[in-house]
């Protein structure tokens, strides 16, 4: 590519504008922003996804299935410094680092690529007119003065956890508190919302990596001076929670979820994200039919999948003690000798034989979840899959472990009572495993699970829910619904900044 060649897009402009979507490197970032930077797409508006060579691979067949169907969209790649960052080669997604240590030197690579970005942008025909950056790259605020557009935010989790934040800094309510696990409420949040300090994400909880500690609050700095905020959440799952936050910012919210619904047959699902090649997806959904409706257990911790051995051990057990049939994910490289050896050596792997489903990377998610086979779902409360449980329209059982996860918890068990906690009571910080105590036994599992699948006019009321909550999710997706509604009003507005 000469410097002054400009990269077009095939497709002829229908609209004048052009969208630019910057998404962090992790599969909970990276997937619910390409989902996204598709439907504004499918909207014609230009857009183009900047990312790195690894990254860009695994979503490239979804992206050229649009292209072909008319979608003005196209995928831009900046090289990833990993060996000037001190990374190994290969790993340009945080999921894929052989250690959470190696998050400080991540961020430094992600933080060289900001010239490149620039470059790439200044190549750029038509001439981007707003960027929809993740809030964790931080210089985009600068390239997004520099180019004089817009930059909106992508958090990445709802307006629950936006306003619980907001409140928790002004109010600091948590600090009052004489020891971690005291309860207190959370002023000014709908509902009666109590936390512990114990559960709170790293800026009020934070953990020993001081670096991270202190990315943190730039962040935080960065995002209050952002264009506005667009979620991946729908009105009317969390709509006092939006109104609340709006007004006590005065930022703008675009909510626009669940984005996981652009992918509307099994095609767009199995090509979502192409992780594991070696993987044949349909054979899951070919072991799923030979199950009645409701009778499956879907157990996934989300893509980093940071429970220790001791605490996966008595999730494993939990499943078994129900005897229903189950799929397991079981990703992830913490840990993975030991729990090999007692999958194997204690025999677990032999007993739950035909009717269980152990998959040791990465499971087509969106493909299992919706099968009619599939009655619950044990989540570690990532945003991305609860709301991906909601679309389905599966009741939830919640056990979080780290991040925002407990508030997305909060959500599930007491917004939308379309859930039952395993019981989990703290945070275990990323990098911080080791020590850390189980804290849910085989028998909570079991228990939370059949409180969800179990007969009886309470699980039926949960399973009633959930169906209600799917219903609504696909309502504010498709024409004429609140998210497609908020859509049009961002792109309006970026058309009005544009002038
Ligand atoms: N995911 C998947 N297969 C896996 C693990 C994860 O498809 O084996 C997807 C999941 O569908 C979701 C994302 O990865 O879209 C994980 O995001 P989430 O916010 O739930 O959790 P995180 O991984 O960021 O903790």
Redesign the pocket.
């Known amino acids: 590519q000469k410097p002054t060649e400009k990269l077009a897009m095939d497709s002829a402009p229908l609209c004048p504008l052009h969208f630019v979507f910057i998404p962090f490197m992790?599969?909970?970032?990276v997937?619910?922003m390409v989902d996204m930077a598709k439907l504004f797409a499918r909207r014609k508006v230009n857009v183009t996804i900047v990312t790195t060579p690894l990254n860009s691979i695994q979503f490239q067949a979804t992206i050229d299935r649009e292209i072909k169907s008319g979608s003005p969209i196209q995928i831009q790649i900046v090289e990833f410094p990993f060996a000037e960052a001190g990374i190994p080669k290969g790993c340009e997604s945080i999921?894929t680092l052989p250690s959470m240590s190696l998050m400080s030197n991540f961020n430094k690579a992600v933080c060289m690529m900001q010239q490149p970005i620039e470059e790439l942008l200044e190549k750029l025909s038509p001439i981007p007119c707003c960027i929809i950056a993740d809030k964790h790259i931080i210089y985009v605020a600068d390239i997004a003065n520099k180019f004089n557009v817009p930059r909106i935010i992508f958090d990445?989790t709802n307006c629950f956890h936006l306003l619980c934040n907001h409140i928790l800094r002004k109010e600091r309510v948590h600090e009052d508190v004489s020891h971690h696990e005291e309860k207190f409420v959370v002023p000014g949040m709908p509902g009666r919302i109590e936390l512990k300090r114990s559960q709170l994400p790293g800026i009020f909880n934070p953990g020993k990596d001081m670096e991270l500690n202190v990315f943190r609050e730039q962040v935080k700095e960065s995002e209050a001076k952002a264009y506005g905020i667009v979620v991946n959440s729908f009105e009317e799952l969390e709509g006092e929670y939006v109104e609340e936050y709006k007004r006590v910012t005065g930022h703008k919210v675009w909510c626009v979820g669940p984005v996981?619904l652009s992918n509307n047959d099994e095609l767009d699902k199995a090509l979502?994200?192409q992780?594991d090649s070696s993987h044949d997806e349909s054979k899951y959904v070919k072991w799923l039919d030979s199950w009645p409706p409701r009778s499956v257990i879907y157990v996934?911790l989300?893509?980093?999948n940071r429970a220790i051995p001791k605490q996966l051990i008595e999730l494993g057990l939990g499943l078994e003690a129900t005897k229903r049939p189950f799929i397991w994910?079981l990703?992830g490289g913490y840990g993975r000798e030991e729990m090999e050896k007692w999958l194997l050596e204690d025999g677990f792997e032999e007993r739950v034989k035909g009717r269980g489903i152990l998959?040791k990377?990465?499971?087509?998610?969106?493909l299992i979840l919706p099968h009619k086979a599939i009655g619950a779902f044990v989540?570690?409360c990532?945003?991305?899959?609860?709301l991906?449980g909601i679309c389905a329209g599966v009741p939830l059982v919640t056990f979080p472990l780290f991040?925002e996860q407990f508030y997305n918890e909060k959500v599930v068990v007491q917004v939308m009572e379309n859930g039952v906690s395993v019981g989990a009571e703290s945070v275990v910080h990323l990098g911080e495993e080791d020590n850390s105590p189980v804290q849910v036994m085989k028998g909570n599992v079991k228990d939370a699970i059949e409180k969800v699948m179990g007969e009886g006019e309470e699980e039926e009321k949960f399973r009633e829910r959930a169906r209600k909550y799917r219903d609504m999710a696909w309502k504010a997706i498709e024409e004429g619904g609140s998210s497609y509604h908020n859509m049009s009003q961002l792109i309006e507005d970026i058309l009005h900044v544009k002038g």
Not at 382 to 386: A, E, F, H, L, Y
């Open positions: 992790a599969p909970g970032h997937i619910p999921d990445g996981s979502r994200i992780r996934c989300g893509s980093l994910v990703r998959i990377g990465w499971a087509p998610q969106v989540t570690h990532g945003w991305n899959s609860t991906e991040g």
